[in-house]
C-alpha cells in the first residue's frame, strides 16, 4: 500500500486479557520498528526487524510483550496479560533496507486503552 | 535515563515570527540527528535532519543547527505558520545502528 497501515487504530480491553496489534509496512520496506508513547513521553522504542535477522527485542519492557514478522512483511505485536500502564498509543513503523533514518514511514499507531 | 531530551513541554509564538525548538543529548555514539512533526491521530512525520559532520542543515523555513561540544541541537522555523502547530520530537541515532530514540516532544502553538 502506499503507506503503513495499523490496526486496530483503537483498542479497549479488559486488564488481564491478551491483545494482538497489527502493522503492514510499506511494500518493499525491509525494515519494521514498533514504539510506543505513553501519555506525556516520548517515543518508546520496542523492537526492530530487518529482513532475515534475528529482531533486536531490546525494547521490550516484559516478557508479556511479543511480537513476530510473518514472510518478511506483516508484523503482530502482542501483550499478554494485559495491565494499565500498557495504555499507549503503539506505533509502527517501516524503512527501505539502504534508507536513512528520514526514511522512517510511521503508521497512525493504534491507541491501546486498558481499563 | 534519557539520551534525547526536549526540556520545554510547549511553546507558543505569533505567526510569522521565529519558533525555535530545543533538543540536547547525552550520548556520544548519536552521530545523525533528526526531527519529527507529529500531528493528532496521526504518526510523526520527517522533517529534517543534519549528520554530525555538519552544524547546519536548511531546508527552506526549516533550519536545524548542530552544537556537537554542547550535544545540543535546535530546530529554526521562520517565519512560524498556523499550520506549523504540532508536537515536534527530536530524535538521535548512531551511524551503526538506524533505531531512532525519541525526545518527548514539544507542543509548537502558532497563533494567527
Known amino acids: 500500500g502506499a503507506g503503513v497501515s495499523q490496526s486496530p487504530s483503537n483498542k479497549v480491553t479488559e486488564k488481564g486479557k491478551d491483545v494482538e496489534l497489527r502493522c503492514d509496512p510499506i511494500?518493499?520496506?525491509?525494515?519494521l520498528y514498533w514504539y510506543r508513547q505513553s501519555l506525556g513521553q516520548g517515543l518508546e522504542f520496542l523492537i526492530y526487524?530487518?529482513?532475515?535477522?534475528?529482531?533486536?527485542k531490546s525494547g521490550l519492557p516484559s516478557d508479556r510483550f511479543s511480537a513476530e514478522r510473518t514472510g518478511g512483511s506483516v508484523s503482530t505485536l502482542t501483550i499478554q496479560r494485559t495491565q494499565q500502564e500498557d495504555s499507549a498509543v503503539y506505533l509502527c513503523?517501516?524503512?527501505?533496507?539502504?534508507?536513512?533514518?528520514?526514511?522512517?514511514?510511521f503508521g497512525s499507531g493504534t491507541r491501546l486503552t486498558v481499563v | 535515563d534519557q539520551q534525547v531530551k526536549q526540556n520545554s513541554p510547549s511553546l507558543s509564538v505569533q505567526e510569522g515570527r521565529i519558533s525555535i525548538l530545543n533538543c540536547d543529548y547525552t550520548?556520544?555514539?548519536?552521530?545523525?540527528f533528526l526531527w519529527y512533526k507529529k500531528y493528532p491521530a496521526e504518526g510523526p512525520t520527517f522533517l529534517i535532519s543534519?549528520?554530525?559532520?555538519?552544524d547546519k542543515n536548511e531546508d527552506g523555513r526549516f533550519t536545524v543547527f548542530l552544537n556537537k561540544s554542547a550535544k545540543h541541537l535546535s530546530l529554526h522555523i521562520v517565519p512560524s505558520q498556523p499550520g506549523d502547530s504540532a508536537v515536534y520530537f527530536c530524535?538521535?541515532?548512531?551511524?551503526?545502528?538506524?533505531?531512532?530514540?525519541f525526545g518527548k516532544g514539544i507542543t509548537l502553538s502558532v497563533r494567527p
Open positions: 543534519i549528520s554530525s559532520i555538519k
Open positions: 526487524f530487518q529482513g532475515n535477522s534475528a529482531p533486536d
Open positions: 550520548n556520544s555514539m548519536f552521530d545523525y
Open positions: 530524535a538521535a541515532s548512531a551511524l551503526a545502528n538506524s533505531k531512532l530514540t
Open positions: 511494500s518493499g520496506h525491509t525494515a
Open positions: 513503523a517501516s524503512r527501505r533496507a539502504t534508507g536513512g533514518a528520514e526514511g522512517y514511514t
